[in-house]
């Protein structure tokens, strides 16, 4: 083309070029200047009163530090979170200063946005901040959707795996899940802006959501069937939501293995369990010792725990001594002179004193000669619990030869929780039972309580003294020890249905239905196998006594307790 035909084209050209753009931005242009909405949601709500312009202002500003903490959240990251969050409360609070006249009622989701705003900048993880972004989002939706001017340029999203609010704002048209974050970073569809009325109380009525009870994860805003199973979906009220009442029907009931039991009034069983071991009673051991020397003629006793009856020869001692001693009360006794009588008494009493019997000294008497190999006699019956002699050995005076156990009566030693000890008294009544003797069980009391603990367990030691005829119960055996102690009427529930949340207790209480709601309780004293209930629950509520932890990590009550987390609802 030569240079004199581009001249004349060339005006064309760029009046080609100015037509093309005005036919594009006629639009926003006009948009700009007389406030028509240019949004870029999926279906727009109808408009309410405007903002105030230095209102919008304000509002916009606010919408850009919202961005920028999605993008946060997005990444899972609280870096420069809290300044940006500061900035996006300044806004909204300058904003709802701004807003005045028809717009008023604007000024109270202002005021929830900065509220939201505020809690979100002391947010301590990602998590928890999540709770007022979700208020934060749902102040600005609502406000976007009565003034259409704050929707242009951003897109509307909503996650399905939210409850409550779960709707957010960003400004690319590829979403970003901030209540997710990068675990499901990609999870949500588009959505609309919908109008809402100003933040108040919700009704016990209102409806947040419908889901089917077979499947809670499904949920959305109108009824309709379950796109897994055909069933007809079911409403949540808000109050339900914010309360943490789940649905479960009775098909996944009997799944799960629910039971149900009601808090009922009822005299409390608050026995003690303890585990003891049966021990040799300690006042009843006796020891067999020497006071002279000789050797071990004959041992009739040789082995540890061997049964001997009292009277019964032990061994036969010879000893130089106890020979001289009789000679001295035989020859005594030949005499009859009334000096020798102070004589035969000395001599005879020496021998007792050294360990014969009346009828051992008689016998020497009769033969008229002294016995060589002595024998020594068991002083009790029982059970040899210690033999340190052999045949022929030389013993000395004072040395214990053996220890002999009575096994009639046995003691057993039970170790109680150091909180528990104050409710232990001596006299009360005991019962005992033993593994190895199942459907048996001894009655006895609490003989004593030690007066110190046990410094590694921090128990304390209780004495229970029990007859033991037949020998059943053998030293070093282990016993179940129950300490009878009954209570008054109070109101009680099993001890299954508590559920551990940190400092508090939760039980899921049935509303009938299938409806079932968590229930902070205070608790009291604990029983046999329940719990007194001081605080929260009335006699008759029935309470959830199994499957109640499966329970619980499917619902989401983050609004009931901090200690169950995945849940976005508004409050």
């Given at each position: 083309?030569?240079?004199?035909?581009?001249?004349?084209?060339?005006?064309?050209?760029?009046?080609?070029?100015?037509?093309?753009?005005?036919?594009?931005a006629?639009?926003?242009?006009?948009g700009?200047?007389?406030?028509?909405?240019?949004?870029?949601?999926?279906?727009?709500?109808?408009?309410?009163?405007?903002?105030?312009?230095?209102?919008?202002?304000?509002?916009?500003?606010?919408?850009?530090?919202?961005?920028?903490?999605?993008?946060?959240?997005?990444?899972d990251?609280?870096?420069g979170?809290?300044?940006?969050?500061?900035?996006l409360?300044?806004a909204?609070?300058?904003?709802?200063?701004?807003?005045?006249?028809?717009?008023?009622?604007?000024?109270?989701?202002?005021?929830?946005?900065?509220?939201?705003?505020?809690?979100?900048?002391?947010?301590k993880?990602?998590?928890?901040?999540?709770?007022?972004?979700?208020?934060?989002?749902?102040?600005?939706?609502?406000?976007?959707?009565?003034?259409?001017?704050?929707?242009?340029?951003?897109?509307?999203?909503?996650?399905?795996?939210?409850?409550?609010?779960?709707?957010w704002?960003?400004?690319?048209?590829?979403?970003?899940?901030?209540?997710?974050?990068?675990?499901?970073?990609?999870?949500?569809?588009?959505?609309?802006?919908?109008?809402?009325?100003?933040?108040?109380?919700?009704?016990?009525?209102?409806?947040?959501?419908?889901?089917?009870?077979?499947?809670?994860?499904?949920?959305?805003?109108?009824?309709?069937?379950?796109?897994?199973?055909?069933?007809?979906?079911?409403?949540?009220?808000?109050?339900?939501?914010?309360?943490?009442?789940?649905?479960?029907?009775?098909?996944r009931?009997?799944?799960?293995?629910?039971t149900?039991?009601?808090?009922?009034?009822?005299?409390?069983?608050?026995?003690?369990?303890?585990?003891?071991?049966?021990?040799?009673?300690e006042?009843?051991?006796?020891?067999?010792?020497?006071?002279?020397?000789?050797?071990?003629?004959?041992?009739?006793?040789?082995?540890?725990?061997?049964p001997?009856?009292?009277?019964?020869?032990?061994?036969?001692?010879?000893?130089?001594e106890?020979?001289?001693?009789?000679?001295?009360?035989?020859?005594?006794r030949?005499?009859?002179?009334?000096?020798?009588?102070?004589?035969?008494?000395?001599?005879?009493?020496?021998?007792?004193?050294?360990?014969?019997?009346?009828?051992?000294?008689?016998?020497?008497?009769?033969?008229?000669?002294?016995?060589?190999?002595?024998?020594?006699?068991?002083p009790?019956?029982?059970?040899?619990?210690?033999?340190?002699?052999?045949?022929?050995?030389?013993?000395?005076a004072?040395?214990?030869?053996?220890?002999?156990?009575?096994?009639?009566?046995?003691?057993?030693?039970?170790?109680?929780?150091?909180?528990?000890?104050a409710?232990?008294?001596?006299?009360?009544?005991?019962?005992?039972?033993?593994?190895?003797?199942?459907?048996?069980?001894?009655?006895?009391?609490?003989?004593?309580?030690?007066?110190?603990?046990?410094?590694?367990?921090?128990?304390?030691?209780?004495?229970?003294?029990?007859?033991?005829?037949?020998?059943?119960?053998?030293?070093?055996?282990?016993?179940?020890?129950?300490?009878?102690?009954?209570?008054?009427?109070?109101?009680?529930?099993?001890d299954?249905?508590?559920?551990?949340?940190?400092?508090?207790?939760?039980?899921?209480?049935?509303?009938?239905?299938?409806?079932?709601?968590?229930?902070e309780?205070?608790?009291?004293?604990?029983?046999e196998?329940?719990?007194?209930?001081?605080?929260?629950?009335?006699?008759?509520?029935?309470?959830?006594?199994?499957?109640n932890?499966?329970?619980a990590?499917?619902?989401?009550?983050?609004?009931?307790?901090?200690?169950?987390?995945?849940?976005h609802?508004?409050?």
């Open positions: 083309m030569s240079p004199p035909t581009r001249r004349r084209i060339g005006p064309w050209l760029g009046l080609l070029a100015i037509a093309v753009l005005v036919v594009v006629w639009r926003p242009l006009v700009w200047f007389t406030g028509a909405p240019s949004h870029t949601g999926t279906a727009p709500a109808q408009p309410g009163a405007p903002l105030p312009t230095p209102a919008l202002e304000y509002a916009r500003a606010a919408f850009e530090s919202y961005e920028a903490l999605r993008a946060l959240l997005a990444q990251s609280l870096e979170l809290s300044p940006r969050a500061g900035e409360k300044s909204l609070q300058q904003a709802a200063e701004a807003t005045h006249g028809d717009a008023a009622p604007l000024a109270a989701w202002l005021q929830q946005g900065a509220e939201a705003a505020s809690q979100l900048a002391t947010a993880d990602a998590e928890a901040a999540r709770i007022p972004f979700a208020r934060l989002s749902e102040a600005l939706i609502a406000l976007a959707a009565a003034d259409p001017r704050l929707q242009e340029g951003w897109h509307v999203f909503e996650c399905p795996m939210v409850d409550g609010v779960n709707q704002l960003q400004r690319e048209p590829k979403l970003e899940n901030p209540y997710m974050g990068r675990r499901m970073l990609a999870c949500g569809t588009s959505s609309e802006w919908r109008a809402a009325s100003a933040p108040a109380s919700h009704g016990e009525g209102e409806v947040a959501h419908y889901t089917c009870p077979m499947h809670p994860s499904v949920k959305q805003h109108g009824p309709g069937a379950c796109p897994i199973c055909g069933m007809d979906l079911t409403p949540v009220t808000r109050a339900e939501l914010e309360s943490g009442i789940i649905l479960v029907d009775d098909v009931r009997q799944r799960i293995g629910v149900t039991a009601p808090a009922k009034a009822a005299p409390m069983d608050l026995s003690l369990r303890a585990l003891g071991r049966v021990t040799f009673d006042k009843s051991l006796v020891d067999v010792t020497l006071k002279l020397d000789g050797y071990i003629h004959e041992l009739r006793v040789n082995a540890t725990g061997e001997v009856k009292k009277g019964a020869v032990l061994f036969t001692l010879y000893s130089p106890l020979y001289a001693a009789q000679q001295e009360y035989l020859l005594a030949q005499s009859q002179s009334a000096a020798n009588a102070s004589l035969v008494g000395a001599a005879r009493k020496r021998l007792e004193l050294w360990g014969l019997s009346s009828a051992q000294i008689e016998r020497v008497a009769q033969r008229g000669q002294p016995v060589e190999n002595m024998p020594f006699l068991a009790a019956s029982g059970f040899v619990l210690e033999k340190n002699v052999v045949e022929g050995a030389a013993v000395k004072g040395e214990r030869l053996f220890r002999i156990a009575p096994l009639e009566k046995v003691w057993v030693e039970a170790d109680v929780y150091e909180q528990d000890l409710r232990v008294k001596p006299g009360q009544p005991v019962e005992v039972t033993l593994p190895y003797l199942p459907g048996k069980t001894y009655a006895g009391r609490v003989g004593y309580v030690y007066p110190s603990l046990q410094g590694a367990t921090r128990t304390g030691r209780i004495r229970i003294e029990l007859p033991n005829p037949e020998l059943e119960l053998k030293p070093d055996m282990y016993a179940d020890v129950r300490f009878v102690m009954q209570g008054g009427s109070r109101l009680q529930i099993p299954s249905a508590v559920i551990y949340t940190g400092p508090r207790r939760l039980v899921f209480v049935d509303m009938g239905e299938g409806r079932l709601r968590p229930q309780v205070k608790l009291g004293l604990k029983g196998s329940t719990y007194e209930v001081l605080e929260g629950l009335s006699p008759g509520d029935v309470v959830v006594t199994s499957g932890f499966l329970i990590a499917e619902s989401r009550i983050r609004s009931a307790t901090d200690a169950f987390g995945g849940s609802a508004a409050h």
